[in-house]
């Protein structure tokens, strides 16, 4: 019971940057705007979040600082495709490209140098608990920040005015545009909140998950957050839900490495997540799945005012 306990736990905190990630994209998406420079930002807030936190000796305001990292990673982007009207994939691309260097760049100095992990929070009477005590209550501040966040993101997309207009500039922006809403101040709102998440996502890896900074740490998980809202049909508690399953993948195909339970090279099980994301991605893409996407109408679409 103790190691499966374990095991649901670890799960659970390796899907914490993944749904950082994924849910920061999904309001970007949602209101039309796709950015595939996940990955470049996830990279930006997981150096700096660890360069701040080293030097101020301070998590929370390394935290922050990764936050804003990811944030005007996402400011460039925005300025390049809402307001000089650069293709968003290419531009996405780009910006990942650019975080893989820049944070190696910034990072060379810190390679390998130890950093003390973002403690655990001790919740009274509940962290005690057996079994629910150490899978739910023993956890950081940003893995009970990231279920609060994706909550926070489903009842704002299904309950609020403002939701319902960010929906509404991603569907038919002409529409939104007509009805007087500013297309390009909210697209650039919705991807700075997608840049802060991402950021998010990168400080977890860097000073709670892996206390130690390693170029391109991030292995990918940018990419995967982008299957993963695919996946989750641009639905906050489908990525939730998504999160989970990839992050149990990771941690599983870890523990049949360690336990030499099947006789393949290691390389071939590291694999595993991104052969997942894969077959997600091909089968609701051909499958019964594919009507219910509902990925919204103007993404990817560029927006110029007439007037």
Not at 129 to 156: E, I, K, M, Q, S
Not at 190 to 195: D, E, I, M, N
Not at 293 to 298: D, H, I, M, S
């Amino acid at each position: 019971m103790d190691g499966t306990v374990a095991l649901l736990a670890a799960v659970i905190v390796a899907s914490t940057p993944l749904l950082f990630a994924a849910i920061g994209e999904l309001v970007a998406e949602r209101s039309g705007v796709l950015n595939l420079g996940v990955e470049g930002m996830m990279l930006a807030g997981a150096v700096t979040g660890f360069a701040v936190t080293l030097t101020t000796g301070s998590h929370l305001v390394g935290i922050g600082s990764a936050a804003v990292a990811g944030a005007a990673m996402a400011l460039v982007f925005a300025v390049l495709t809402l307001s000089l009207m650069a293709n968003q994939v290419a531009t996405g691309l780009a910006l990942t490209i650019f975080g893989v260097g820049l944070s190696a760049l910034v990072g060379s100095s810190f390679v390998g140098t130890p950093l003390p992990r973002l403690p655990r929070l001790d919740i009274p009477g509940l962290s005690d608990l057996p079994v629910v005590g150490p899978l739910l209550f023993r956890h950081d501040v940003l893995v009970y920040g990231a279920v609060a966040l994706t909550l926070a993101v489903a009842w704002f997309l299904a309950k609020t005015r403002g939701g319902m207009i960010l929906r509404a500039v991603g569907e038919n922006h002409e529409a939104a545009h007509g009805l007087g809403y500013n297309v390009i101040h909210i697209r650039y709102l919705a991807v700075l909140f997608g840049g802060l998440c991402a950021g998010l996502g990168g400080a977890f890896l860097s000073i709670a998950y892996t206390p130690m900074w390693i170029e391109q740490m991030t292995a990918g998980r940018g990419w995967i957050a982008l299957a993963l809202v695919v996946f989750a049909a641009w639905r906050p508690l489908r990525v939730l839900v998504g999160a989970y399953l990839f992050g149990g993948v990771t941690i599983l195909q870890l523990h049949a490495q360690g336990l030499g339970l099947f006789a393949v090279p290691s390389q071939v099980m590291s694999m595993l997540p991104y052969i997942a994301t894969i077959i997600v991605l091909v089968v609701i893409s051909i499958g019964p799945w594919k009507a219910r996407l509902q990925a919204p109408a103007c993404l990817g679409r560029p927006f110029l005012p007439t007037n």
